[in-house]
C-alpha cells in the first residue's frame, strides 16, 4: 500500500472538536463525497483496494500521537489531504507536519477548497503540492507519475491540470484548474462501504452519517415523520455538483453545473434505505431543479421510494408555482432558497442574479403548498449600512404577514455576517482595502484565525463601510425590527395564522399578552438569563459573546422592552454592545485569541461602498463586487502574483 486519503476537520485546531461533537446535533456529518470521488475513479482505473487506504481524521479525531503511529506504520508515499473549507488550515499544518517527521520522503498533496491559498500553503506547511479544482484526473496523474519518477518534477509533471507548486526558483506554477470527468464517469453516489474504510474498524461512526428526523426541523413539522412504519433516519445526499451563478462570497474552483442520473441514484438508494433505516433524504446540492427534467425525476423518484426529502440549496428565480406543486406532491417537505439579504443592493454585490420579489414570490408559493422554506440572512457585505438592513427587516416582516406566518416560524438563530473566503471577491476586496495582508506571512495569519463555523460577528472581517458600533448591533437590530414591523402590521390589520409547514396551529393572531418567543432563542427571565451566563462564562467557542446572548435572548426573544420606543431601545443596546466588544477584544489579546480582529479596520474613504459605487460603470445595469474587484485590481508583477491571483479569481 503506497496510497494514504485523509479527510482534515473543517474547524481549527483551537476548536477542540472531540467524538461527542460528531454525534451531537440534528444535522448528521457530510459524507466525504470528494474522497468517495476520488476512490471510485481509481478503482475504475485499475487500483485495487489493498493499494490505498482511507484514514478519516475528520471523524476518528486521532492525537498527534496516534497520528504519527498510523503513518509511521502504513508508510505510504503520496498523501491526499482533503481540506472543504479553508477554516482547516490550522488542521492542514498540523497533519502535514506529522506525515512528514513519520514519513520523510511521502508526497503529500492538498485538495479541496482550501487550495486556493496554495502560495500559503505550499511555504507554510509541510504540503508538497495543491489539487486546485476537480480532482479525479489530477489525483490519478499525480499516483502514476509518483510510481514512475518519484517526487520527481519534469516535463510530464508540469502537464498535469490543476497541480500548483512551488518551483526550483521559488515561484508558485499554476497549471490551471483540474480537469472535469467525462459524464459517463461522473459518479457522485454516497457510498458507505468506502467511508466505512475511513474509520478504520470503528464501524460504530458510521452512524455519524445519519440521525433521527424526528429530531430535525426540516422533517418534523410534517405528521408523516412521525409514522411508525417510515424508517427513522435521514442522511444528506447529492444530486447535482456546481452551481450556475458566481456570488461574489463563495468559493468556485470548479465550474459548470452537472447532474446525477435518476437511475443510476435509484440503485444506489435502493442498497442503502433498508441497511442503514433510511426514511428521509436532505439534499445539500448548490442548486437543486436547475435541470427542471431532472428535479421532477427525483421528485417522482421520493414518491416511488416512499421517502420525505428536503432540498437545501434553491434557487428563487428558478422555480415556479407548478415546480413546487410538483415537488410537495412528491413528498418535499422543505425547500431552502439562497436569500441573505431583502435589500436589492445587496443582493445585486453579492452578485446573486435575483430580485427580491422572485424571493417573495417563491416563499408565497412554498406556503401555499405547505413546505417549510426557513430563510438565511447574510450581514455585512460591503455597502451595508443601517438602512439595508432595515429593507431587509420590512423584507421579512411583511413576508411573514402576507403568507399568515409568525416571523419565528421562518425566520429563527440563521442571522449571519459574511466570511471572506479564500478565492472569493470578497476575500480580494479585503486585500484590496488593506485589510487583509497580501504578504505570505501576512496571509497565514489570517487563515490560523480563521474559522467559518458558526459565522458569527465574533469572526467578521469588517469590510462594510460601515462603523464597528453599528455592525455589532446588527444582527440583535435585524431580529428585533422584523418583530416590531410585523407587530404593526398585525395589529394594523390581524391575520390568520396559518398551518403551514412549521407545526404551528391554526388560529386567528392578535400578537397580545404573550407571544411566542423568537425562535432558537430561549425564553429566559433576565435575572436567570445573568446567573446562566455568569456560570458559563467562556470564550473558547466563538459563537455569540455573552451580552449579545442575553440581549437576543430577553430583550429581542423575551419581549422585555417592547414598550420602548426604538429611538430610546437602540442607542442603549447599541452601547452596551459596543462595551462588550472592547471587553472581548481585552480578553482576545490577553488569551491571543483572534475575537473582533478586524471588526474596526481603517478603510480608506475613497474606496468603501457608498450610494455612488454604480457611478463608476455607467454602461452595467448591475453591478456587483467583482466588477469592483476587477477594476481595481493592479497588473502583476510576477509569476507568483499572477498565478496567485489566478487561484484568488476561480472559476
Known sequence: MDIVLCSLPSEPIFFKTTPQVRASGDAP?????????????????????????????????????????????????????????????????RVSAIIRNACPNAWIVLGGNMAASANVILRKTAIDLCVVGDGEIAWLKLIKHYREYGRTINENFEKIAGVSFVDGSGNLIFNGFGEKLPPSEFDYFTDYEILKKGLQGNDALLSNYFRPAAGCDWFNHDPRTFDPKRKPNFSIIYTSKGCVVRCTF??????????????????????????????????????????????????????????????????????????????ADNNCVALKFGVESGSQKILDVMEKRFEVRDVEQALK????????????????????????????????AKLCYDIGKEPFTIFGDDVFYAIPFPGTPLYEYGQQLGVIGTSVDDEESFLEGFYTAPTMKMAYINLSGSDAIDVL????????????????????????????????????????????????????????AIVRRIKRLDFSMPNRPPVTNLIMRTVVGGRRFDWLPQFVLFPVLKFFLYVEYLLVRLYAVANNKDYYKYMSPNLPKDRSIKDDYRGRFPDKKIVSLRNIVLADRKPPDDITEQNRIKLLNGL
Open 29 to 93: 456529518v457530510p459524507p466525504k463525497m470528494a474522497i468517495v470521488s476520488l476512490v471510485k475513479h481509481m478503482q475504475r482505473n485499475g487500483i485495487a483496494d489493498d493499494e490505498y487506504d482511507f484514514y478519516d481524521i475528520d471523524m476518528l479525531l486521532p492525537d498527534d500521537e496516534g497520528l504519527y503511529k498510523y503513518f509511521e506504520r502504513t508508510a505510504p508515499g503520496i498523501v491526499g489531504l482533503s481540506a472543504v473549507t479553508s477554516g482547516a488550515y490550522t488542521q492542514a499544518k
Open 250 to 327: 463563495c468559493q468556485r474552483p470548479t465550474k459548470g453545473y452537472r447532474t446525477l442520473g435518476i437511475n443510476a441514484l435509484e440503485a444506489n438508494l435502493r442498497k442503502t434505505i433498508d441497511q442503514y433505516d433510511i426514511g428521509f433524504l436532505f439534499l445539500t446540492d448548490e442548486a437543486f431543479g436547475q435541470d427542471r427534467e431532472q428535479a421532477y425525476e427525483f421528485a417522482a423518484l421520493m414518491k416511488k421510494l416512499d421517502l420525505l426529502w428536503a432540498a437545501g440549496g434553491v434557487r428563487c428565480n428558478s422555480v415556479s408555482r407548478d415546480d413546487i406543486k410538483f415537488y
Open 473 to 528: 448591533f446588527w444582527d440583535v437590530m435585524i431580529v428585533t425590527l422584523v418583530l416590531r414591523e410585523y407587530e404593526k402590521l398585525i395589529s394594523s390589520s390581524p391575520k390568520i395564522i396559518g398551518d403551514a409547514a412549521n407545526g404551528v396551529s391554526t388560529e386567528t393572531s392578535t400578537q397580545s399578552a404573550n407571544p411566542p418567543p423568537f425562535v432558537g432563542v430561549r425564553y429566559d427571565g433576565i435575572f436567570t
Open 365 to 396: 408559493w412554498c406556503a401555499e403548498f405547505k413546505l417549510f422554506a426557513p430563510l438565511a440572512i447574510m450581514l455585512g457585505m460591503p455597502g451595508e449600512t443601517d438602512e439595508t438592513i432595515e429593507e431587509t427587516s420590512k423584507f421579512i
